[in-house]
Every structure is written in C-alpha cells, then in structure tokens.
Nanobody, 126 residues
Framework: QVQLVESGGGLVEAGGSLRLSCAAS????????MGWFRQAPGQEREFVAG????????FYGDSVKGRFTISKDNAKNTVYLQMNSLKPEDTAVYYC???????????????????WGKGTLVTVSS
C-alpha cells in the first residue's frame, strides 16, 4: 500500500511558477514510476508528466513540454513538478499517481496508476 500526498498548489499569475510535491509512504518508492495528471473543471483527467522508478526515463504531455519539469528523489520518497511560464489553461487540480508495473511504455494512462493522491489545486490568473 502506498499513500500519496500532494502539496504546493495555490494561486499564481500568468507567467509565474509553482513547484508541486508528492510525498509517498512506504519503503520501495524507487519501484514505482510516478505520474502527474491534472483535471480542469468539466474536463477529463489528462497526463502531464511521468518519470520511471529510478528517474532515467521522463515523459511530458504536449501542452507542458518546455515549461514543466518532473523530478524524483527516491531518498525522500518524493516526486516534484516544477511548473514555469504558467498559463490560465494550466488551472486544474493536479494529482500524482504511482505505477508499480510500468514497463517502459511512453503512453501514460489513468488506468495504469495503482495509487492516487487527493490532488492539489493550481489556479493561474490572467
């Protein structure tokens, strides 16, 4: 069992930055690929960024490439999402998920995540 707790959300002006954190319980954090997803009001949850268990493979959704950076600190059981050049369309609840069975695929699906956090709200004002 893995418990995930996101933090770092808040209100920021367009062009600003935020860093989200997702802290995980358990002692085998390096075994889990971690993904960030987001869900805007009235929209489906979408993939933002993913990182393999040891951090050697990283993936981004097209809408955040070049602006967001995902990183993973296995010693701290934490995955981060650095968000720069934020836009109003980045406004959403951001969720982290843990995938115990990632097999190198580049497609990150909601259904592949074994555990989810409760999310943290990011609001970007124009």
């Amino acid at each position: 069992q893995v418990q995930l707790v996101e933090s770092g959300g808040g209100l920021v002006e367009a062009g600003g930055s935020l860093r989200l954190s997702c802290a995980a319980s358990g002692r085998t954090f390096s075994n889990y690929a971690m993904g960030w997803f987001r869900q805007a009001p009235g929209q489906e949850r979408e993939f933002v960024a993913g990182i393999s268990g040891r951090g050697g493979n990283i993936f981004y959704g097209d809408s955040v490439k070049g602006r967001f950076t995902i990183s993973k600190d296995n010693a701290k059981n934490t995955v981060y999402l650095q968000m720069n050049s934020l836009k109003p369309e980045d406004t959403a609840v951001y969720y982290c998920g843990a995938d115990a069975r990632w097999d190198g695929r580049s497609l990150w699906r909601i259904s592949d995540m074994d555990y989810w956090g409760k999310g943290t709200l990011v609001t970007v004002s124009s």
